[in-house]
């Protein structure tokens, strides 16, 4: 039946008699005719001498017909030709999840000499797998029938890390191409240590999942950004905050405007200004001789008077200080 297929010769088409096998001993499922070279050594005058497949050059009916239609369980059967005469060819195509025992899902069955169809194999259906080993903390995402060629995707529970191959497929001798993975627990390791900060916890070597651990930040220090960190279902905790350094305010002989008050530098606590606090101070507009702010920003430690700013120096501040530009006239005034 199988070899059937692979037949060169072209059923019925007296010119390509030099392409035709020569008669095969007993070809299966197919009943050989009186073998011949020509027309005139078959019997009757209706019969030809054409190719008949294995059986080679046989004398045959031209117009006889195979049985049709052909009813074939789980699979699909269309003609190629309008009609089901010898050396007509008709499609077999096996339903999905079915295939030949020959392994093919599809093959070409031809009319043949003795009124039958070359492929008449019924169409099985695929073998399948029993379900793939269940693991702990984790689960295989299921499907109806494992067949042949099915691929299995294996995940593992939330807080927990899959190790090992994610699929395994069916395979022909319905056993699993891959073992199964484990799901371990996923741990986080100690949180990062924060410059500056202080942790609020038990210090472990491992964190589970969604727990959370504080940070304080030293004498002096703000916070900036979130006071806890979490411990993430990847292992890696989420962001932590930064301490942020106060900044001495760069200025010695000149009033500054911090926090809504005009103050000389020595009045604020230390001479020390909180991050992110903002600092005004005072420039002189040459052209029209008064003064206007300018405003600058601490960050970590940093404050950078703005430019337009200058320093006093020691004899300005001592003998004129009335005419310092902190204490000289707003321009918003004039
Ligand atoms: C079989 O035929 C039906 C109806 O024509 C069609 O829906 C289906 O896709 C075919 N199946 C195959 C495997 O060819
Ligand atoms: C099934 O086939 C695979 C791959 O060809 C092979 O490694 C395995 O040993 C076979 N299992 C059985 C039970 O035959
Ligand atoms: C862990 O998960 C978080 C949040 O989903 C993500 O931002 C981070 O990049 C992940 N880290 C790693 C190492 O996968
Ligand atoms: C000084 O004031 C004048 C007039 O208002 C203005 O045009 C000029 O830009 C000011 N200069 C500075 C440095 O602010």
Not at 3 to 19: E, P, R, Y
Not at 69 to 75: R, S
Request: charged letters at 25%; a neutral charge.
């Amino acid at each position: 039946m199988v070899d059937t297929l692979a037949i060169i010769c072209h059923f019925g088409d007296q010119n390509v008699t030099d392409f035709c096998p020569t008669r095969k001993k007993n070809p299966i499922g197919h009943t050989c005719q009186k073998a011949c070279t020509k027309d005139l050594d078959c019997p009757k005058k209706k019969l030809k001498c054409l190719c008949d497949g294995e059986c080679g050059l046989s004398c045959v009916t031209p117009r006889s017909s195979c049985p049709w239609p052909v009813i074939l369980e789980n699979a699909n059967i269309s003609l190629k030709q309008e009609t089901w005469n010898f050396g007509d060819q008709m499609l077999v195509r096996c339903h999905p999840g079915f295939k030949m025992a020959n392994g093919l899902e599809m093959a070409q069955s031809r009319c043949q000499g003795d009124k039958k169809w070359s492929v008449t194999a019924p169409c099985d259906v695929i073998s399948t797998c029993n379900d793939p080993p269940n693991i702990e903390n984790g689960y295989f995402v299921k499907s109806e029938h494992h067949m042949e060629g099915a691929l299995v995707e294996y995940k593992c529970n939330a807080g927990y890390r899959l190790e090992g191959p994610v699929f395994t497929t069916c395979m022909e001798n319905k056993t699993w191409s891959d073992n199964a993975p484990t799901c371990e627990k996923i741990y986080c390791p100690p949180p990062p240590e924060i410059k500056e900060g202080i942790l609020v916890a038990v210090k472990k070597t491992e964190y589970k999942v969604s727990e959370v651990i504080y940070y304080m930040c030293k004498r002096n220090f703000l916070m900036d950004g979130s006071h806890s960190v979490t411990c993430m279902s990847n292992g890696t905790w989420s962001d932590g905050p930064a301490c942020r350094a106060r900044c001495k305010v760069p200025v010695q002989r000149s009033q500054v405007i911090y926090q809504g008050r005009k103050v000389w530098v020595t009045e604020i606590e230390e001479g020390l200004v909180h991050h992110s606090d903002n600092v005004e101070f005072f420039c002189k507009n040459t052209t029209r001789a008064c003064s206007y702010t300018a405003s600058s920003q601490c960050f970590d430690g940093a404050l950078e008077p703005p430019e337009c700013y200058k320093e006093p120096t020691w004899v300005e501040y001592t003998f004129f200080s009335k005419n310092l530009v902190s204490e000289i006239s707003s321009c918003q005034e004039l």
